[in-house]
T-cell receptor, first 112, second 116 residues
């Protein structure tokens, strides 16, 4: 089954404790992105990657890092999480031949 | 800069009625794509329908249709014969033509409530 898998689905952590949210897709897609969703703001792009070792900032990259060492994986790293990064996070992937973006199930992160 | 505007924070409709969710967009580019996604209370994002800027006909997918009016820069979603399971948040999005990839610019969403 074609899918984008994020882990964990839910996470509560404390300020300053480094964390990684993993994202993996099994569709051999070139493009992957991370978004955060906040009430009243819709989804905003954090980082994106056009292929292995090619990443770039989206609209709200501050406080986040990403890496794309393999085509299937695109982890989101919060080196020092803060409460304003409490949000619902989505990973998405897309083939350059397709118009549709496939989304993961979402990760609900709470930073206290 | 590209922008998506959804002016209806919430919409209420009865089962079996049709409902239109509004979406306007702003771009100076000639080539772009417009999407609608559904987000039920469980949180996942479900792709509903896509319209390319050069598509001459309005997109349809089952009970969903996209009323594309290019001159007005609107891309309204029409759901025919609403069902209780249609209750969810709906997002209109546009692919950023300056960024080849998964870059989607989202509106703030409209919450649809379907009652029996």
């Amino acid at each position: 089954e074609a899918q984008v898998t994020q882990n964990p689905r839910y996470l509560i952590t404390v300020t300053g404790k480094k964390l990684t949210v993993t994202c993996s897709q099994n569709m051999n897609h070139e493009y992957m992105s991370w978004y955060r969703q906040d009430p009243g703001l819709g989804l905003r792009q954090i980082y994106y990657s056009m292929n292995v070792e090619v990443t770039d900032k989206g609209d709200v990259p501050e406080g986040y890092k990403v890496s794309r060492k393999e085509k299937r994986n695109f982890p989101l790293i919060l080196e020092s999480p803060s409460p304003n990064q409490t949000s619902l996070y989505f990973c998405a992937s897309q083939s350059h031949r397709s118009t549709e973006a496939f989304f993961g199930q979402g990760t609900r992160l709470t930073v206290v | 800069a590209q922008k998506i505007t959804q002016t209806q924070p919430g919409m209420f409709v009865q089962e079996k009625e049709a409902v239109t969710l509004d979406c306007t967009y702003d771009t100076s580019d000639q080539s772009y794509g417009l999407f609608w996604y559904k987000q039920p209370s469980s949180g996942e994002m479900i792709f509903l329908i896509y319209q390319g800027s050069y598509d001459e006909q309005n997109a349809t997918e089952g009970r969903y249709s996209l009323n594309f009016q290019k001159a007005r820069k609107s891309a309204n979603l029409v759901i025919s014969a609403s069902q209780l399971g249609d209750s969810a948040m709906y997002f209109c999005a546009m692919r950023d033509p300056n960024q080849a990839g998964t870059a989607l610019i989202f509106g703030k969403g409209t919450t649809l409530s379907v009652s029996s």
